[in-house]
T-cell receptor
Framework: GDSVTQMEGPVTLSEEAFLTINCTYTATGYPSLFWYVQYPGEGLQLLLKATKADDKGSNKGFEATYRKETTSFHLEKGSVQVSDSAVYFCALSSAGKSTFGDGTTLTVKP | GAVVSQHPSWVICKSGTSVKIECRSLDFQATTMFWYRQFPKQSLMLMATSNEGSKATYEQGVEKDKFLINHASLTLSTLTVTSAHPEDSSFYIC?????????????FGPGTRLTVT
């Protein structure tokens, strides 16, 4: 079946550092790929998405590129802020069903 | 647009009682709603998928008689935890998708924290 593998956390960075959270997937067909963010005590919010190979999703300074050849969708941000501290989930959607990674906890220190 | 609400946001109940959680899509019609369970510091576990007017499809290992799902309309789905026990304490999150084409982006509710004493 489909699966999503995320870089294990937790990840701790200083403010303005560069962020990469790795995400790879296995799926039949051509899934859509997503990054969701979850702040403490809240539900998930869509951060960005890509629907086909070579698409780049971007939002709030975060970006990720759908790489079919490496089956990856790594999340990056050039300069993180304390307010980016949250749990980040990589997910794929295929045939009406979504599969989530285990989540990566990011803590940004001032 | 695409707002999903859940009610209640938190609930405490005694062991043996039943609890109903509502999930509503506020500004769109949801073709499909999903119910997830999330344990502390863990990923989301899909419990069931529900479509309006039809029976929910439960994931393997989820007791359908314990977790009753009703999808009465295109904007409302309910999850009832029957005869709740302390091990049912968890964070329950619903999500909804809209439209039948395009990427199945999910819109998530804020979650319901259930504590069974």
């Amino acid at each position: 079946g489909d699966s999503v593998t995320q870089m294990e956390g937790p990840v701790t960075l200083s403010e303005e550092a560069f962020l990469t959270i790795n995400c790879t997937y296995t799926a039949t067909g051509y899934p859509s790929l997503f990054w969701y963010v979850q702040y403490p005590g809240e539900g998930l919010q869509l951060l960005l998405k890509a629907t086909k190979a070579d698409d780049k999703g971007s939002n709030k300074g975060f970006e990720a590129t759908y790489r079919k050849e490496t089956t990856s969708f790594h999340l990056e941000k050039g300069s993180v802020q304390v307010s980016d501290s949250a749990v980040y989930f990589c997910a794929l959607s295929s045939a009406g069903k979504s599969t989530f990674g285990d989540g990566t906890t990011l803590t940004v220190k001032p | 647009g695409a707002v999903v609400s859940q009610h209640p946001s938190w609930v405490i109940c005694k062991s043996g009682t039943s609890v109903k959680i509502e999930c509503r899509s506020l500004d769109f019609q949801a073709t499909t709603m999903f119910w997830y369970r999330q344990f502390p510091k863990q990923s989301l576990m899909l419990m069931a998928t529900s479509n309006e007017g039809s029976k929910a499809t439960y994931e393997q290992g989820v007791e359908k008689d314990k977790f009753l799902i009703n999808h009465a309309s295109l904007t409302l789905s309910t999850l009832t935890v029957t005869s709740a026990h302390p091990e049912d304490s968890s964070f329950y999150i619903c999500s909804a998708t809209r439209g039948k084409q395009g990427p199945a982006e999910q819109y998530f509710g804020p979650g319901t924290r259930l504590t069974v004493t």
